[in-house]
């Protein structure tokens, strides 16, 4: 068979033109009808818009005095750091089946209570730190994982 130049040229062409649909293929075919994973939605630590009154760490409890945070049991102004790290901790929301997968690491809990300005009880948040992660209980009841050093939830004495 043979081909006149024109015909080489269609010939060609209609090669390039299946070549780039061989390579946009799996794109498209992922983009309509792949199973992409859901967006990771954070969840807050403490409701929305709360204001903190006071934090209790296991080490250090924080009061607010006007607009100064003060650390109990002496006079000197805290920095206002670590109490905005707890006001805006937000992580990943961990289910069921993995809690009872991590369920054996859990070992040493700790407890911060946190108080807020127009509630009566405070929050009470269980932390546990795990080689990856510190896991957090919120104030939905709902287990929160956090990846962040360890001097910013609990900064030293």
Same mark, same amino acid.
Not at 49 to 74: C, M, N, T
Not at 114 to 142: G, S
């Given at each position: 068979?043979?081909?006149?130049?024109?015909?080489?040229?269609?010939?060609?062409?209609?090669?390039?033109?299946?070549?780039?649909?061989?390579?946009?293929? %799996?794109?498209?075919?992922?983009?309509?009808?792949?199973?992409?994973?859901?967006?990771?939605?954070?969840?807050?630590?403490? %409701?929305?818009?709360?204001?903190?009154?006071?934090?209790?760490? %296991?080490?250090?409890?924080?009061?607010?005095?006007?607009?100064?945070?003060?650390?109990?049991?002496?006079?000197?102004?805290?920095?206002?750091? $670590?109490?905005?790290?707890?006001?805006?901790?937000?992580?990943? %929301?961990?289910?069921?089946?993995?809690?009872?997968?991590? &369920?054996?690491?859990?070992?040493? /809990?700790?407890?911060?209570?946190?108080?807020?300005?127009?509630?009566?009880?405070?929050?009470?948040?269980?932390?546990?730190?795990?080689? &990856?992660?510190?896991?957090?209980?919120?104030? &939905?009841?709902?287990?929160?994982? $956090?990846?962040?050093? /360890?001097?910013?939830?609990?900064?030293?004495?």
């Amino acid at each position: 068979m043979k081909l006149s130049r024109r015909g080489w040229n269609n010939v060609i062409i209609f090669a390039v033109i299946i070549f780039i649909a061989v390579i946009q293929l %799996p794109t498209l075919i992922k983009q309509k009808y792949g199973t992409a994973s859901p967006p990771v939605t954070l969840s807050t630590l403490l %409701p929305a818009h709360a204001v903190i009154d006071q934090l209790i760490l %296991p080490e250090q409890h924080y009061i607010r005095q006007g607009d100064d945070w003060h650390i109990a049991g002496g006079e000197q102004t805290a920095q206002v750091d $670590v109490v905005s790290h707890w006001a805006t901790l937000a992580g990943t %929301p961990v289910d069921e089946a993995m809690m009872t997968k991590l &369920q054996p690491q859990l070992t040493q /809990p700790r407890t911060v209570e946190i108080w807020l300005q127009a509630y009566e009880e405070p929050v009470r948040v269980t932390v546990y730190q795990l080689p &990856q992660f510190w896991l957090l209980k919120n104030w &939905q009841a709902q287990w929160l994982a $956090v990846s962040v050093e /360890p001097t910013y939830l609990f900064p030293s004495p």
